[in-house]
């Protein structure tokens, strides 16, 4: 996919989670968007990062899936 053609979206970093990785090169962070306060995912961001920051998510489908076995919806 071109990048530079893929939507993107403005999310602020609320929490900072912890360090994921073999060597510990990502860091799971908490983020709001901008557009949407009210939701919120958690993303691996490689580098260094901290609570307030601004990132730029590219391609950020939201994967939802059900087990065939989930009879609670």
Do not use: W, Y
Not at 3 to 11: F, G
Not at 64 to 73: A, E, K, M, R, Y
């Amino acid at each position: 996919m071109d990048s530079s053609k893929a939507p993107v979206k403005l999310a602020t970093v609320i929490k900072v989670l912890g360090r994921t990785g073999s060597r510990g090169g990502v860091t799971q962070v908490r983020v709001e968007f901008l557009d949407d306060p009210t939701r919120s995912i958690i993303r691996n961001v490689k580098g260094p990062v901290r609570e307030k920051d601004i990132l730029v998510l590219i391609c950020c489908r939201i994967i939802f899936s059900l087990s065939p076995h989930d009879t609670s919806v």
